[in-house]
């Protein structure tokens, strides 16, 4: 296939809002891509692997620079200018693609596979020379590529195609094209994360999506809670309650098969090498084959929990693990058992898995143990309950439904989480303007953004400014210098004193009340919003969605 229908696809995405139309769009696409239906899939995302794998371009805009003015011979201050004044190196891209075109004669039609690729390729250079490296697969495959070709693969090496394709298009598209049902295709997709995988499934038909089954070694979207108002609420919303400690650390998702182990987060990150006393305890403990599924958390040197702030830093951590694995204690709390034998447990009662992951563990106190579970209904036995959790320093509670299965990837009201606090929002910041007076040079309000699922773009819903720090006070203050290096890299237009950034960074923010506002692309402003923390633990596609603020909208009014 060439990739010169697949930029045409992308012209016709980003010409249309409508959610059907960009559906219709990826249908006619699918349809065509042949053999490359699973690249196909991938580069509509903007990506060239699964979303649960994190490999990089690496490439942000100076190196892009260089490229463009390699492969047009065109001088980096010229590109630069241009750049300025379209705020687009896609745009840019074009434009120059277009002035080469009428020079020279260097042609030869760039084909999907081509361009998928060689951006792999620049995806796999590493150490040194590297940079080197990048520049010159890229400098060469832009010099073949057509103008409405350059600005796509500009943006996809960038990490910024934005052509709103997200999950809710490409299962529809799947379903449409391929004739299978909606429902099946999402849940291949939770068990499976790859749409590439999926789509080429899809199109085997209906039976082979649903046979897709758990594959170790690879991530699966974990059961999502819901909140409650009250614990009573929580406690009356089931026939069979049983109240949990909520932890406030990282999900995490442990895989066994014999001697294999392997750690997700909810994320889909593998984490197996950050915690290799985890992946001793699961090798001694756990049974030969199974999934299991709990919270980990940090813990003092007397065992108390530590903020999730602590525990990132084990997260985050790629070398010297040694060090940090006694000097970061963690605590694991299983509270799920997905996976046990040769057998998928979802659609086992929760009373039973529990049963089972009871059974089946060995634990080892304080280190790796099974979450604290209380089987009741009653009012006052759960408020002491919840009470303990607090006191001991953990979240607050979960309530769950002991009649119910496990469904991955999705809220769907068999997890009710209680905590003292009104609920906040995991917002992306997708924008931020200069400061002024004490904050000048730095970014002084930021702008957040929700997520609308089906388009995977971020709509915004409130600036933010407050509980951002000047000064360090404590070491879970961020100030806005912090702020501002670790968004300077995610720039990707500049006009007057506003800059929009390249999605990647989640926040907590605590706020007031939600308000409608026509001045914000999601209709919905948050009133008085304050930073609460980041959160590295959640990807960008995991922030809240529009429909959540909605939800929480009109909750707020009864
Ligand atoms: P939240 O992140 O606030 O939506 O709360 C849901 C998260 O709480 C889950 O994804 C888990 O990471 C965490 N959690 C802590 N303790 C438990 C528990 N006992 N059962 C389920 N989830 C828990």
Redesign the pocket.
């Known amino acids: 296939m060439l990739y010169r229908e697949l930029a045409e696809t992308y012209e016709k995405l980003e010409a249309t809002t409508k959610k059907l139309e960009k559906t219709e769009i990826v249908k006619d696409i699918l349809l065509k891509s042949g053999n490359e239906l699973r690249m196909v899939v991938y580069l509509l995302a903007g990506r060239v692997f699964p979303i649960w794998d994190k490999k990089e371009t690496g490439v942000a805009s100076n190196l892009m620079i260089k490229a463009l003015s390699k492969s047009t011979g065109i001088s980096e201050g010229t590109v630069t200018e241009i750049f300025r004044e379209t705020g687009d190196l896609g745009k840019t891209a074009e434009l120059l693609a277009s002035k080469r075109k009428q020079k020279t004669l260097l042609t030869k039609t760039l084909t999907v596979r081509e361009v998928f690729e060689t951006i792999r390729k620049i995806c796999y250079q590493e150490g040194s020379g590297s940079q080197e490296r990048k520049l010159s697969l890229l400098a060469r495959l832009l010099s073949f590529a057509e103008p409405l070709e350059a600005r796509y693969i500009v943006r996809t090496v960038l990490e910024e195609l934005r052509v709103g394709v997200a999950e809710g298009i490409l299962r529809d598209a799947i379903s449409l094209a391929f004739n299978v049902r909606p429902e099946t295709v999402e849940s291949a997709w939770f068990l499976n994360p790859d749409f590439g995988e999926i789509a080429e499934l899809a199109r085997k038909g209906e039976e082979a999506l649903k046979n897709v089954g758990i594959k170790f070694g690879r991530p699966i979207m ?4 819901e ?1 409650a108002r009250s614990l009573e609420e929580a406690l009356n919303a089931y026939e069979n309650p049983a109240v ?8 995490i998702i442990i895989e066994k098969d014999g001697d294999k182990i392997w750690l997700f987060t ?1 994320r889909l990150e593998n984490v197996t090498e950050q915690f290799p006393e985890l992946v001793e305890y699961s090798k001694k403990c756990l049974p030969e084959r199974c999934i299991v ?3 980990c958390i940090a813990v003092s040197e007397s065992g108390r929990p530590l903020p999730f702030q602590v525990l990132s830093q084990r997260i985050q951590r790629k070398y010297g693990i040694d060090e940090v694995v006694k000097k970061i204690p963690v605590q694991m ?1 299983l ?2 058992i997905i996976y046990l034998g040769d057998e998928l447990l979802f659609e086992t009662p929760f009373r039973k898995r529990r049963e089972l992951l009871e059974k089946a563990v060995k634990t080892i106190p304080g280190k790796f143990q099974l ?3 209380l089987r009741t209904k009653d009012l006052k036995k759960a408020e002491e309950f919840y009470r303990k959790s607090l006191e001991l320093g ?2 607050g ?2 309530v ?1 439904n002991l009649d119910a299965g496990y469904q991955p990837g999705r809220r769907v009201g068999y ?1 009710l ?1 209680v ?1 003292p606090v009104m ?2 929002l ?1 917002l992306v910041i997708i924008g931020a303007e200069y400061g002024t007076g004490k904050r000048a040079g730095w970014f002084g309000s930021f702008i957040l953004g929700c997520r609308d699922p089906d388009t995977g773009e971020f709509l915004e819903c409130g600036m933010l400014g407050t509980g951002i720090k000047e000064k360090k006070t404590s070491d879970t203050d961020i100030t806005f210098e912090e702020l501002t290096e670790l968004l300077k890299p995610l720039v990707v237009e500049e006009k007057d004193r506003t800059v929009r950034f390249k999605p990647k960074i989640v926040v907590e923010v605590a706020y007031e009340e939600i308000q409608k506002s026509p001045n914000y692309s999601s209709g919905f402003a948050l009133r008085f919003p304050r930073f609460v923390r980041l959160r590295p633990d959640k990807s960008p596609e995991e922030a809240d969605t529009i429909e959540r603020i909605s939800r929480l909208y009109e909750s707020q009014r009864k």
């Open positions: 974990v059961l999502l809670a909140k949990e400690m909520k932890y406030d650390g990282a999900r909810r599924d709990g919270e709390n509270f799920d979450a604290e579970h953990e979240e509670v979960m769950k997890w989480k905590k609920e906040n995991d």
